[in-house]
């Protein structure tokens, strides 16, 4: 019999089951995550308990050293770029996608697709997607001057823009930490820049609009 993955059931499984997946603090961020997505999901709108089972697993297979992922990428029959495969701490998010959806079929592709989602980001990303994302980034665990800013910004921006914020400061602490950059993050920031300048649009009304006379 297929579970419901909507059940708490299925959620204290898979719970038990992360625990002994990843250390103690890995677990901890996931439950944080896991909390965060749902507070978002409520703020934002988005189905509170996808938000939850997504944060709950998003970390599935941050257990994994470098040369065990690679492993596991070519174990699910996964075809990476040189450039993904040279880059094995992003790869998490994308293996626990493909093994979450062999594993539980039941699972809603959209919880997958934020799970897939949650490291690099991608363009046209859904509520979901960036509730995941902001989650992983602001959940308690996270400490700093910018990450309280974010969070204290949650009430006041549109979800879109608050995920923009937090993927400027992600792609901004990568390069200060020396991680190298995906070659696509550009193309994934540039593709928000339309929704970019109706949100400027509306929180400076233009005083001479355009067409009048
Ligand atoms: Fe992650
Ligand atoms: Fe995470």
């Known amino acids: 019999m297929v579970a419901d993955w909507r059940s708490d059931e299925f959620y204290g499984q898979r719970r038990e ?3 002994s997946r990843v250390g103690p603090r890995r677990f901890a961020h996931s439950l ?3 909390e ?3 507070k978002l999901a409520r703020r934002y709108g988005a189905d509170e308990r996808a938000a939850r089972v997504a944060g709950l697993l998003h970390d599935w297979d941050k257990g994994y050293d470098d040369p065990g992922i690679l492993a596991r990428a070519d174990e699910l029959g996964m075809e990476l770029t040189d450039e993904l495969a040279a880059m094995p701490r992003v790869l998490h998010g994308l293996t626990a996608a493909v093994a979450l959806g062999r594993q ?3 699972l809603p592709p959209e919880v997958l697709t934020a799970v897939e ?3 690099l980001g991608e363009v046209d990303m859904g ?3 960036m509730i995941l994302y902001i989650a992983d980034a602001l959940e308690p665990g996270r400490k700093g001057k910018k990450v309280e800013k974010l969070r204290a910004r949650v009430d006041e921006l549109e979800l879109r823009e608050l995920f923009l914020e937090v993927y400027a400061y992600w792609v901004q ?3 200060e930490r020396r991680h190298p950059v995906y070659s696509r993050t550009t193309e994934i920031w540039n593709s928000y820049m339309p929704e970019q300048e109706v949100y400027h649009a509306e929180a400076n009304p233009d005083p001479i609009p355009y ?3």
Do not use: S, Y
């Open 17 to 19: 089951e992360l625990a």
């Open 32 to 34: 944080g995550v896991a």
């Open 36 to 38: 965060t997505a749902a």
């Open 104 to 106: 539980f079929p039941e």
């Open 117 to 119: 989602r949650h490291t």
């Open 127 to 129: 509520d979901l997607d």
């Open 173 to 175: 602490l990568i390069m």
């Open 211 to 213: 067409g009048r006379p």
